[in-house]
């Protein structure tokens, strides 16, 4: 399989036209299906653009030995901008108070009340 295949292979993939492809990227379609059909080859930005676009690696576009991401695998690595706030202010807070979000959010309680009690109770002994 050749660069042109994987980039087709990797749009269809993600569900996207190459008028898609060209209003998120500012390449145009003509020359993408230059692309696509292993006609001309993208420069390494233009490479790097789509590659980011389709969420793969440049060296997956340009061998195919390492896999591209999986939707699944994808979805499983994104992060929401709220989580990424929450994590942004997580980082920021002291140790003693990251260890109460901590104990919080573990899974050996059902009780994060009680949990968040007797750590807070122990701390003022």
Not at 46 to 62: N, P, Q
Not at 64 to 68: A, F, K, L, N, V
């Given at each position: 399989?050749?660069?042109?295949?994987?980039?087709?292979q990797?749009?269809?993939?993600?569900?996207?036209?190459?008028?898609?492809?060209?209003?998120?990227?500012?390449?145009?379609?003509?020359?993408?299906?230059?692309?696509?059909?292993?006609i001309?080859?993208?420069?390494?930005y233009?490479?790097?653009?789509?590659?980011?676009?389709?969420?793969?690696?440049?060296?997956?576009?340009?061998s195919?030995?390492?896999?591209?991401l999986t939707?699944?695998?994808?979805?499983?690595l994104?992060i929401?901008?709220?989580d990424?706030?929450?994590?942004i202010?997580l980082?920021?807070?002291?140790?003693?108070?990251?260890?109460?979000?901590?104990?919080?959010?573990?899974?050996?309680?059902?009780?994060?009340?009680?949990?968040?009690?007797?750590?807070?109770?122990?701390?003022?002994?």
């Open positions: 399989m050749k660069l042109g295949d994987r980039l087709r990797i749009r269809e993939h993600s569900k996207l036209s190459q008028i898609q492809v060209k209003e998120r990227t500012g390449i145009n379609n003509k020359t993408l299906s230059n692309y696509e059909n292993n001309s080859s993208p420069d390494p233009t490479l790097k653009v789509l590659a980011d676009l389709y969420k793969v690696s440049t060296d997956w576009l340009i195919g030995e390492q896999q591209p939707k699944s695998t994808y979805n499983s994104y929401s901008d709220e990424l706030q929450f994590l202010k980082n920021k807070l002291s140790p003693n108070k990251r260890r109460a979000i901590e104990i919080l959010i573990s899974d050996n309680d059902n009780c994060p009340q009680q949990k968040y009690d007797s750590y807070y109770s122990n701390k003022s002994e």
